[in-house]
Nanobody, 120 residues
Framework: QVHVVESGGGLVQPGGSLRLSCAAS????????MGWYRQAPGKQRELVAI???????NYTTSVKGRFTISRDNAKNTVYLQMNSLKPEDTAVYYC??????????????WGQGTQVTVSS
């Protein structure tokens, strides 16, 4: 299997910053897209940001200008730098990776999530 593990969540005050990381490991031949999603209580899981293997990015409107997604292909790792955090950003943040396994079959893997709480 391909395992995905997030880290970096925590409690911050409004206006603060956090940097999330997500590392994929296991039977990986190639990772294509990696993305960050979040789910707040009573809300559907939404896409926050995605990044392709070649570095193209997309963000949901509410985080543009505040969040930056990046990746290190050599480490199979994706990052999410979150600045100017707002209480509305409070959610469980999940990482997703899709690609081709060592058995040359497509995969899509989710991490367990990391809690981000923005509160004064």
């Amino acid at each position: 299997q391909v395992h995905v593990v997030e880290s970096g969540g925590g409690l911050v005050q409004p206006g603060g910053s956090l940097r999330l990381s997500c590392a994929a490991s296991g039977s990986i031949f190639r990772i294509n897209d990696m993305g960050w999603y979040r789910q707040a209580p009573g809300k559907q899981r939404e896409l926050v940001a995605i990044i392709t293997r070649i570095g193209n990015t997309n963000y949901t409107t509410s985080v543009k200008g505040r969040f930056t997604i990046s990746r290190d292909n050599a480490k199979n790792t994706v990052y999410l730098q979150m600045n100017s955090l707002k209480p509305e950003d409070t959610a469980v943040y999940y990482c997703n990776a899709d690609g081709i396994s060592s058995w040359f079959r497509p995969f899509g893997s989710w991490g367990q999530g990391t809690q981000v709480t923005v509160s004064s």
